[in-house]
């Protein structure tokens, strides 16, 4: 099939089978006499499973060792399941960090309970009072 054609089965734009196949996620196709891509069944089944794991919200790197992984079907699985282990943990840090996100934003919103100039808003304010945090706004669970 071409990249249309792969792109529609696996729902997603042609943009992003050129990009996961630049990404070194997705295998390059051959080409036909007339310099088409060409896919088969197993680029559409890679592509399927690499959208899957961006749903779960995967990085890169993790599809890239899930895949290394699967490239080699007689091992055991077991780094497989570290890994999502370590992903489960990355995904509460994320929650806890979106509730104190939401306590925050909340906290805020408190402070401005009526319709006034912008220079009386208590919300203008509270940012402008705030301490700036230090180093990146979250954490991540990839080195």
Do not use: W
Request: hydrophobic residues 35%; contains cysteine.
């Amino acid at each position: 099939m071409k990249i249309g054609e792969l792109a529609r089965a696996a729902r997603c734009s042609t943009e992003t089978v050129r990009f996961y196949e630049k990404a070194g996620l997705l295998p390059e196709p051959a080409r036909s006499g007339g310099n088409y891509r060409q896919y088969g069944p197993a680029h559409l089944e890679r592509l399927r499973f690499i959208r899957n794991c961006r749903g779960l919200d995967m990085a890169h790197d993790e599809i890239r060792a899930l895949l290394g992984m699967i490239d080699h079907p007689a091992r055991d699985c077991g780094a497989i399941n570290h890994l999502l282990d370590e992903h489960i943990e990355h995904v509460g840090v994320r929650l806890r960090e979106l509730r104190d996100l939401q306590r925050q934003l909340v906290g805020l919103r408190e402070q401005c309970r009526t319709e006034q100039a912008v220079d009386a808003c208590g919300i203008v304010q509270g940012l402008a009072r705030m301490e700036t945090a230090e180093g990146p706004a979250r954490n991540t669970h990839l080195g």
